[in-house]
């Protein structure tokens, strides 16, 4: 029995020596001495142990193993830190007891947080989240310097939180996809083949007939709904049909089973990335910890539709042949196969899928979210949304046209002020590529940027800044806000694609919504700090009930 418990005991010792070596190898030559110390410790112990009463104490033996395990881990980790510490320099971030707390629920209070870290540090901070240590910009002269300035540095987009959640399956990563993707190459090449194609999209007034044709659906299900409806839901699904045809150049009814399977899944995929509870929170907290990646079930109802429809149009993938079948539309899923030839890395189809999935999964959580937000303002300043419904009435904007949309002052100023007191992306996060020195810090290899938006739009520049005040946009007003201030749709050259034209594309879906019909409370609605405050900021689920308005407004 003796014989057979030391082995054992030999083998675990050498198996928690190696372990820590392992791990001190990261940390240099302070952790390999440590780890020589105790091995030595450790044999001389065992060499010196009388192995006469071992079989009564197995457990003790078996425990202060487990022990032995726990110390060394504590050691590394301590070590490790100190060794960071030396190392790095941060920006001095929240220290004290209550802040920490604060810092640990960030994630959780964050809208309030996001606010009293940017009045307590003006500047920047570095706090501790759920995603792990970011650099917060609170200045807008700062956030300039790193993601216009350093953009060549911190564009990546990838955090540790994304790279564990967002893998569609074993192996292959969502950071193929546009929105989530590394600075690379691809990356640059791909966003200006997306402007591009918006650009096109718009010049041949395809856009107009896209969103018109959408409506037209979205229309018919508010009025067989018009009792009640759930806002995140239904403009989730009309979102989804205008960037399926934005991206694919194909459309679907409302009744179409597959596509509703799509929807849905999508939908979940979509909640599942956003939800924010104390589960997903120390799940995420164990993979960072253990390095175990976590896949998130973007099913195959999803991605295999898309990678089909990917092959359809390009199934000479082999031959690295960027020329599409005839369904090719100048669409986004035809900008994207425009670069394949000079991509480097290669792309291949996946990746084309993943990118494609990527783009419709964004833009239409996007767009729900802004919609969302409007709808909800809409019911909450009534006076507003009817002076904007008259604007509407009074240019006859009933049809979706982005050019006239430019005319609708009123509704313009009411969209940037919704998307200024609840923007829909209230944090951007990149992380760096490399270390970094910059001014008296010197930054670790992927640490997180953060801008901090939410704070941007409520700062001292602003007058009255917590109060919704359309008229802040309109006339001379609009000259005196504070653009630098201003950053719904992202900062520097991975900035959102869509950027130039989403005002006049919220604007013109406000209006054509506001000129057809009145929406109205059904049961109790939202309070705007309220809700969902992960990658992004929507509120809670709400209904509504709706009125088709004919002839002329209220
Ligand atoms: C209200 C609607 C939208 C909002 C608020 C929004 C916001 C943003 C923001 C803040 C970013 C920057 C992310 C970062 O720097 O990490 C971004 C990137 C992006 N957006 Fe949007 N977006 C919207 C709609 C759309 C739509 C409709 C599309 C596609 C048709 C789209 C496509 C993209 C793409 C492809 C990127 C990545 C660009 C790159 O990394 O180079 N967005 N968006």
Known sequence: MVDNIMPNIVENVSK?????????????????????????????????????????????????????HIALIVIVIGLKWQYDRNRYRYPKGPRDWRHISDAISFHRKKREN????????????????????????????????????????????????????????????????????????????????LVECFDEVLTENKLDQIIQGQFEQFRSYLISNSSKFDVRHSTFNFALHILTQLCINRTFKYDDKVFETFTNNLYKISKTIHEDTVA???????????????????????????????????????????????????????????????????IDNEDVAAMLLDVVMHGSEMLKGALTWLLLYVVRHPEEADRA???????????????????????????????????????????????????????????????????????IHWSEPTKFKVERWIGDNAEKTPQNSYAPFGIGPRQCIAEKYLFSILTGLLATLLYHFKFEKCGSIPDPHEGTFGMANLPPSFSLSVQELRGDAS
């Not at 350093?150 to 564009?155: F, M, Q």
């Open 280 to 346: 997903k929170t120390s799940k995420t907290a164990l993979t960072q910890l253990t390095g175990l990646s976590e896949t998130l079930d973007i099913n195959d109802t999803v991605l295999n539709y898309i990678q089909q429809w990917v092959k359809e149009r390009h199934p000479n993938e082999d031959t690295s042949d960027s020329t599409v079948t005839s369904t090719s539309s100048g669409d986004i899923l035809d900008s994207i196969l425009k670069v394949v030839p000079t991509s480097s890395p290669h």
């Open 114 to 193: 996001l606010l009293v870290l940017a009045n307590d540090y003006p500047d920047l901070c570095t706090v501790i989240t759920h995603i792990g240590r970011v650099v917060l910009l609170n200045d807008p002269s700062l956030i300039n310097e790193i993601f216009i300035g350093r953009a060549d540095l911190c564009s990546n987009k990838i955090d540790s939180y994304l790279e564990n959640q967002l893998r569609y399956k074993p192996g292959k990563h969502l950071r193929t996809g546009i929105v989530f993707r590394h600075y690379d190459h691809n990356g640059q090449t791909i966003h200006r083949s």
């Open 16 to 68: 928690v020596v190696e372990n820590v070596e392992k791990v001190a190898g990261g940390i240099g030559k302070v952790g390999g001495k440590v780890a020589d110390v105790i091995q030595e410790a450790v044999q001389t112990t065992v060499s010196d142990t009388d192995t006469s009463g071992l079989e009564e104490f197995t457990l003790w033996n078996y425990m202060s193993s487990f022990f032995i």
């Open 389 to 459: 419904r008259n604007e509407a009435k009074s240019q006859n904007y009933s049809k979706f046209n982005l050019k006239n949309a430019e005319k609708l002052s009123y509704c313009q100023a009411f969209v940037k002020e919704v998307l200024r007191v609840s923007p829909v992306v209230p944090i951007v996060i990149h992380s760096t590529l490399q270390d970094l020195r910059w001014r008296d810090y010197h930054l670790q290899k992927r640490t997180l940027f953060g801008a901090n938006v939410y704070a941007l739009h409520y700062s």
